[in-house]
């Protein structure tokens, strides 16, 4: 099947091409997903879908540069209301519930399986490790008698995690009693304002404020996006699901920093911490993926693993080419 007509240029310029997926309506109106991929087009039989993080979309050009050379086709995804996928009349990251995202990740598998890939590494970062993870068990136990390469055309066969979402940063107030008044106001006034990120992680990232890298602000503002009841509670209740255990029959493997940060005060660990979230959540959390997990903190790693200073980032690639290389 030949893809070539539904791929334009994207935003990162001439080397890179970009494709909507429709994905319906919603009380906003129209809803897409955008998978972006090497213009050159697929030449392998093996592919990596990266899904990004919270305030974010995929720029990490570096990342899918180091698993082509793996022999990897690379591909990443803008979830709904996302980077590419934002529209100017719609609430950014907006969804009520994390199984939504189903919709766009197995369209994305589906058009990686029709260039022509029988194998799938799915990548998640923060946020999208957490959906990255909830859509992989979803994937391989939804149907015993229909299988994943029936449902998508290829196998899903490792799932890498860049430091996952699996629990919430802040006081035990707000990981117990908080959430449960949070999912009571998400009853009544859904979009209601909750809270939204610490900016130092980010103005500590970005070139305009001292930062090594160079991104598109109005896809991933300083000063986050709102936070908002529903989609906390989406959120808490993937934690919950995390916490209770999933079956995913592909290895894992979850990278973290090898120490939390602050994530509510300027300091100067902000790129060789994590400092949003905890790590003893993430290495909690990942006991109850998979039988087969591998847990690899990267020393001085900062949240986004690939984006950290160097040495750590290139022990963040290694650590991933060598476990690739065994599993």
Known sequence: MSNVAQWNQDILGPDWA??????????????????????????????VLYVHGFVDYFFQTHQAEFFEELGFDFYALDLRKYGRSLRDDQTPNFVEDLADYRAELDHAARIIASEGHEELVVLGHSTGGLIASL????????NDSHSTREAL????????????????????FLRTIGT?????????????????LAPHYGRALHASSGGEWDYDLAFKPIDGFPVRAIWFRAIRRGHARIAAGLDIHCPVLVLTSDRSGDADNHHSELLTTD??????????G??????DTTIIPIPHGSHDLSLSPEPARSEYFEAMKTWLATH
Do not use: M, Y
């Open 135 to 142: 859509w992989v068990d979803a994937r391989q136990n939804l």
């Open 18 to 47: 970009a494709r909507t997926i429709p994905l319906g309506s919603d009380t906003e109106g129209p809803v897409t997903a955008t998978l972006v991929r090497a213009a050159a087009g697929p030449r392998r039989t093996r592919a």
């Open 180 to 196: 449960r008044l949070i999912a009571q106001l998400a009853r009544v006034a859904p979009r209601t304002v909750i809270g939204g």
């Open 153 to 172: 055309g290829l196998e899903i066969t490792a799932l890498i995690l860049n430091s996952p979402w699996f629990d919430l940063n802040k006081p035990w």
């Open 275 to 284: 400092s949003v979230l905890n790590v003893e959540h993430i290495w909690a």
């Open 286 to 291: 990942a006991a109850n993926l998979a039988d």
